[in-house]
């Protein structure tokens, strides 16, 4: 069964998909709060994990940098209610901790409508970071 996302919300949910890469960029702490709930929650498959606040810290920090990051593909299913499910293929540019790295990562996330706005509750991704090579 195919479901289907009518699209004002596919375009909703892509705006606050580039307005988290946007925040990333700009290691723009004051958006990332407004985009990420309380409870936001990050894990890899290693087990990593990471909360709201890792986040802000790390923008906040500039241990990371990105330079450029391209939603590669963006994919989008709903789930209950106001409830949406991204699947993304990206390519990260940037320094950590003074090293240049380019990765094309997989990421997941799960968007939800809090008071009409949305936000990032979850974000997973699989670990796997393919080096590629800088533009």
């Not at 994990?49 to 330079?67: G, P, R, T, W």
């Not at 989008?76 to 240049?100: D, H, I, M």
Request: aromatic share 12%.
């Amino acid at each position: 069964m195919m479901s289907f996302v009518r699209p004002t919300t596919q375009i909703r949910v892509n705006q606050r998909e580039q307005e988290l890469v946007n925040a990333k960029l700009g290691a723009d702490v004051a958006a990332l709060d407004n985009i990420l709930t309380d409870d936001y929650n990050y894990f890899e498959l290693d087990k990593m994990q990471l909360l709201k606040e890792d986040e802000l810290l790390i923008a906040e920090s500039k241990v990371v940098v990105f330079e450029n990051i391209k939603i590669i593909d963006f994919r989008l299913w709903p789930l209950l209610g106001s409830t949406y499910r991204t699947s993304l293929l990206l390519e990260f540019y940037g320094v950590f901790a003074g090293k240049r790295f380019a990765k094309l990562r997989d990421l997941n996330h799960s968007w939800i409508e809090v008071n009409g706005i949305l936000k990032l509750k979850f974000a997973y991704s699989t670990g796997i970071g393919i080096d590629i090579e800088q533009p």
